[in-house]
C-alpha cells in the first residue's frame, strides 16, 4: 500500500525478547529518528505502553526473555501487530532483527504484501526511502 502525496507510515520491528527493557529504548529511538526526517511512525513499543505494558514498571532482574511472566498476551500483541503493519508503507528494521522470530515474521508479511523494506544498518533513510521509491 503506498501513499499518494501523503506522509509515509512506517512501522518499526526488531528484536524485543531477551533485550533489557524489551529493546523499548532502541524503538523509541528508531521512532524519533524517523520522525525527524518525516514519516509517521507504528512503534510496538507504544502499542504496548497503550495496553498498559511498560518494562520501565518490572525490576532490573526480570527476565527480559518471557513477557508472559507479567501477564503479556503474546496472542493478543501478534493480533494486535499485524494490523498494524497492514495500515503502513513501509517496515524499518532494526539492528538485530534477524535474530528475532516476530520481526523476521513481519518482515515477510510486509514483503508480501509488497511493502517497501527499510534497514537501520544500510545508510541513510531518506536516501533508502527515495531508492525504494517511497518518497517521490
Given at each position: 500500500?503506498?501513499?499518494?502525496?501523503?506522509?509515509?507510515?512506517?512501522?518499526?520491528?526488531?528484536?524485543?525478547?531477551?533485550?533489557?527493557?524489551?529493546?523499548?529504548?532502541?524503538?523509541?529511538?528508531?521512532?524519533?529518528?524517523?520522525?525527524?526526517?518525516?514519516?509517521?511512525?507504528?512503534?510496538?513499543?507504544?502499542?504496548?505502553?497503550?495496553?498498559?505494558?511498560?518494562p520501565e514498571?518490572?525490576?532490573?532482574?526480570?527476565?527480559?526473555?518471557?513477557?508472559?511472566?507479567?501477564?503479556?498476551?503474546?496472542?493478543?500483541?501478534?493480533?494486535?501487530?499485524?494490523?498494524?503493519l497492514r495500515?503502513?508503507?513501509?517496515?524499518?528494521?532494526?539492528?538485530?532483527?534477524?535474530?528475532?522470530?516476530?520481526?523476521?515474521?513481519?518482515?515477510?508479511?510486509?514483503?508480501?504484501?509488497?511493502?517497501?523494506?527499510?534497514?537501520?544498518?544500510?545508510?541513510?533513510?531518506?536516501?533508502?526511502?527515495?531508492?525504494?521509491?517511497?518518497?517521490?
Amino acid at each position: 500500500m503506498k501513499t499518494q502525496n501523503m506522509t509515509p507510515t512506517i512501522y518499526v520491528a526488531g528484536p524485543m525478547r531477551g533485550k533489557r527493557f524489551f529493546n523499548f529504548p532502541a524503538f523509541d529511538s528508531a521512532k524519533s529518528e524517523l520522525q525527524m526526517r518525516g514519516f509517521r511512525v507504528v512503534s510496538p513499543a507504544d502499542l504496548d505502553r497503550a495496553i498498559g505494558f511498560d518494562p520501565e514498571n518490572l525490576g532490573s532482574d526480570y527476565d527480559w526473555s518471557d513477557p508472559s511472566k507479567c501477564g503479556f498476551s503474546m496472542t493478543a500483541a501478534i493480533d494486535r501487530d499485524v494490523a498494524a503493519l497492514r495500515k503502513c508503507d513501509a517496515i524499518y528494521m532494526l539492528r538485530g532483527w534477524e535474530s528475532s522470530k516476530g520481526a523476521i515474521a513481519e518482515k515477510a508479511l510486509a514483503e508480501w504484501m509488497e511493502l517497501t523494506v527499510l534497514y537501520q544498518d544500510v545508510g541513510d533513510i531518506l536516501q533508502q526511502a527515495l531508492q525504494s521509491g517511497l518518497l517521490p
